[in-house]
């Protein structure tokens, strides 16, 4: 069971859009449609963003969105806030009751 | 509101067991969903531990499996988890969270971490 794969750091202008890869395999984002993605300001808990690849939480933003293609899972940004700038872990279920998380990507609104 | 609150020692000696009480308040415990752990080492990333169904049935990280119990108190609303002979690699913050599932195919699958807790920072030192 490894880590997925996200990018170490990404960064936007306020205003733009930016999307944050998560590659997995077969075995667990290419299974299931269980990727979750949460944000993580500095010092705080993480908080779930995306559920079930493309699902938004009551309260969230609809300037996020998830998506899915093969073995890889995205989280899209639009409309990008100062507020916004946070890590970012993606989750996926990974077959036999187990779950996986990305190696998080720190998002800069510059 | 569901709200978890992680308690216990924030400093643990190495090869020693780490404990850690997870108490549910908004929510109970015997109702349903998974409750789990995940943690998070200094300047790392998040790592799941391990979950608990309601019913105690439990799964655990293959990679730290031999070292991990999680357990359930219904009575109390509260959940815990054991890490045993710990090493400096197990400092972390350790979060506690709620599951929902996701059931399809006859499955049941451990879906996303809606609630969390703060957090609590465990160091293994001597």
């Known amino acids: 069971q490894s880590a997925l794969t996200q990018p170490a750091s990404v960064s936007g202008s306020p205003g733009q859009s930016i999307t944050i890869s998560c590659t997995g395999t077969s075995s667990d984002v290419g299974s299931y449609n269980l990727v979750s993605w949460y944000q993580q300001h500095p010092g705080k808990a993480p908080k779930l963003m995306i559920y079930?690849?493309?699902k938004r939480p009551s309260g969230v933003s609809n300037r996020f969105s998830g998506s899915k293609s093969g073995n890889t899972a995205s989280l899209t940004i639009s409309g990008l806030q100062a507020e916004d700038e946070a890590d970012y872990y993606c989750?996926?279920?990974?077959?036999?009751?187990?779950?996986?998380f990305g190696g998080g990507t720190k998002l800069t609104v510059l | 509101q569901v709200q978890l609150q992680e308690s216990g020692p924030g400093l643990v000696k190495p090869s020693e067991t780490l404990s850690l009480t997870c108490a549910v308040s908004?929510?109970?415990?015997?109702?349903?969903?998974?409750w789990g752990w995940i943690r998070q080492p200094p300047g790392k990333g998040l790592e799941w531990i391990g979950s608990?169904?309601?019913?105690?049935?439990?799964y655990y990280n293959p990679s730290l499996k031999s070292r991990v119990t999680i357990s359930v108190d219904t009575s109390k609303n509260q959940f815990s988890l054991k890490l045993s002979s710990v090493t400096a690699a197990d400092t972390a913050v350790y979060y506690c969270?709620?599951?929902?599932?996701?059931?399809?195919?006859?499955?049941?699958?451990?879906?996303?971490?809606?609630?969390w807790g703060q957090g609590t920072l465990v160091t293994v030192s001597s």
């Open positions: 079930e690849g493309s």
């Open positions: 908004g929510y109970s415990i015997s109702s349903g969903y998974y």
């Open positions: 989750c996926s279920y990974a077959g036999s009751s187990s779950v996986v």
């Open positions: 608990i169904y309601h019913s105690g049935s439990t």
């Open positions: 969270a709620r599951s929902p599932y996701y059931y399809g195919s006859g499955s049941y699958y451990i879906d996303y971490f809606d609630y």
